[in-house]
């Protein structure tokens, strides 16, 4: 599985901005999929993550109700819709997918990772 992350950009604080993560030949289509991101100096860690078929998400306490994660199944493309961005929020953000088709927060258990793709929120 090869994915491709795009949509990051510069946007001011309390902006939105709709991260994609395209998979070839839509192979992650029934893998579990995950948004990552790290800042400078961080770990990389867990922003969001759906099962195969978008049924069950979780969003890492950062997030919760400013970020939805969702995937189109037929071409197992991911998607962060961000709102309310905040300058904590300044990352790359990685997509990812998983062997499992099952919803999977463990980092290690994802074996595909896109490019990345810089979010930058001024204040």
């Known amino acids: 599985v090869q994915l491709q992350a795009s949509g990051g950009g510069l946007v001011q604080a309390g902006g939105s901005l709709r991260l994609s993560c395209v998979s070839s030949?839509?192979?992650?289509?029934?893998?579990?999929m995950a948004w990552f991101r790290q800042a400078p100096g961080k770990e990389r860690e867990l922003v969001a993550a759906i099962n195969w078929n978008g049924g069950s998400t979780k969003y890492s306490d950062s997030v919760m109700g400013r970020f939805t994660i969702s995937k189109d199944r037929s071409t197992g493309t991911a998607y962060l819709q961000m709102t309310g961005l905040k300058p904590e929020d300044t990352a790359v953000y990685y997509c990812?997918?998983?062997?499992?088709?099952?919803?999977?927060?463990?980092?290690?258990?994802?074996?595909?990772w896109g490019q990345g793709t810089l979010v930058t929120v001024s204040s």
């Open positions: 030949r839509r192979t992650a289509s029934n893998n579990g």
């Open positions: 990812a997918a998983a062997r499992s088709s099952s919803l999977v927060t463990t980092r290690s258990l994802y074996n595909n």
